[in-house]
Structure formats: structure tokens, C-alpha cells
């Protein structure tokens, strides 16, 4: 009997292997797998979740104070980027479509029309953020290395999402609204598990407690 609970476990675990070498994660499992099992972080920075409908964040939005819009580039079909990727070269990776330019231009009317005074426009290094960033036409746009795409090389995640985390924290008296455009496994692995679709945003906000809230979504348009 012994004989064969031993070979049946060794069958299972055999299986699971393989199963992992034959089906990689995509890049929502894998953001999942980072925030359902993330580092124990600094009680001053935990992230907690205050959901507000969307009708209350744009009238919170409006008084312009300490709010930082985390946003997801537009529509760019595909995952990730070629294997072939180079930073500096968009040739070499997933750019937006023309949907995806239509649908970036959209929500920077949407706050241009519900008058958001933007203060800041952040932007990863990747072309879609980038280009996403700029069709928004809500200000100057600012490369911003914290919000860079981890999902091929998660050994930098922890550090992005502590500079992202204390950078919401120093800027909770920063008048206006702080746009950062990033990735979506980014922002997952700071708000936990939810996965935004391209042009969604995530609203979040520093309290007087030294705690990062999270408001609630903005849908895309």
C-alpha cells in the first residue's frame, strides 16, 4: 500500500511540473500570483479599499487634492511585448491601435469636459503608455521609470511598488490630480486583485493616517 501512495504522490507532483512548464502564466495570473502573495509592507503604506461610485470620484476629483489617477494605456493588442523588445525602439513593441488612440483621446476630454485640474501627467517608458499619455492631452508628459512594466522581469516589482506607494504618500497636499499611466500588472500588484482593462483607472489617495485608499475605478470610455 505504502508503494503506492508513494508513487501516486510522485505522479502528482510530476504533473504539476509539468503543467508548469507547458502552460506559463499570462500576465493576469501571474499579477495575481504577485498580489495574493505579495512582501509584508510597511504598516505606514498598507493599501485598503474605500470604494466610491464613480459619480462621487469625479466630484472628488474636482476639488483637486492629493488624488493620483492610476491608469492603464489603451487599447494595445496582444500581452506583453516581441521577443525581440528594446526600450528605446517602438518598432520593437506592442503599440496602440488605432481604437486605442481614438479611446485615449476620449478620456482626455472626459476630464477636460468634468473640468479636472491635472497638475502632473506620468508616464511609464513603454511606447503605448507614452503615446496613451500624450493623446490625453492633459499637460506635459513626464517619463516616469517607477510606472515601467515589470511583467517580464518581476524581480523589480517590491522596489516599483514601494516607490510608488511613498510617492502617493509624499503627494497627499499636492493640489490638483496627478495622472500616472503604467501597466496593468502594476497597478494589481498595488491595489491587490483587480484587473483593469485598457483606458481603466484606478483613483487613489494618501490619508491623514499615513494610509493609501483606494476610491474606486473610472471605467473607460
Same mark, same amino acid.
Given at each position: ?52 461610485? &464613480? #459619480? /462621487?470620484?469625479?466630484?472628488? +476629483? ?6 493620483? $489617477? *492610476? ?59 507614452? &503615446? #496613451? /499619455?500624450?493623446?490625453?492631452? +492633459? ?6 521609470? $517607477? *510606472? ?66 483606494? +476610491? ?6
Amino acid at each position: 500500500m505504502r508503494r503506492y501512495v508513494i508513487f501516486g504522490l510522485g505522479a502528482t507532483a510530476l504533473s504539476l511540473i509539468l503543467k508548469r512548464l507547458y502552460y506559463p502564466k499570462t500576465e493576469e495570473t501571474q499579477a495575481k500570483s504577485l498580489s495574493t502573495n505579495p512582501e509584508t509592507p510597511d504598516s505606514a503604506t498598507i493599501t485598503y479599499i474605500a470604494t466610491k461610485s &464613480e #459619480t /462621487a470620484i469625479w466630484s472628488l +476629483l474636482q476639488q483637486g487634492k492629493g488624488y493620483v $489617477i *492610476l491608469m492603464r494605456h489603451a487599447l494595445a493588442p496582444g500581452i506583453g511585448d516581441p521577443p525581440d523588445f528594446r526600450l528605446n525602439d517602438c518598432a520593437t513593441q506592442r503599440n496602440l491601435s488605432d481604437e486605442g488612440r481614438k479611446q485615449a483621446i476620449k478620456i482626455g476630454k472626459t476630464f477636460k469636459n468634468r473640468n479636472i485640474l491635472v497638475s502632473r501627467v506620468l508616464s511609464s517608458q513603454w511606447c503605448r503608455c507614452l &503615446e #496613451t /499619455a500624450k493623446l490625453l492631452n +492633459l499637460g506635459k508628459v513626464r517619463p516616469f521609470p $517607477i *510606472l515601467n512594466s515589470f511583467f517580464s522581469n518581476y524581480t523589480t516589482a517590491s522596489k516599483q511598488t514601494a516607490q510608488l506607494r511613498q510617492f502617493i504618500l509624499n503627494n497627499r497636499s499636492t493640489p490638483g490630480v496627478i495622472v500616472m499611466v503604467t501597466h496593468e500588472v502594476n497597478i494589481t500588484n498595488l491595489v491587490g486583485n483587480i484587473y483593469p482593462k485598457s483606458g481603466e483607472s484606478m483613483v487613489l489617495r494618501a490619508n491623514d493616517k499615513n494610509k493609501i485608499e483606494v +476610491l474606486g475605478q473610472i471605467q473607460a470610455v
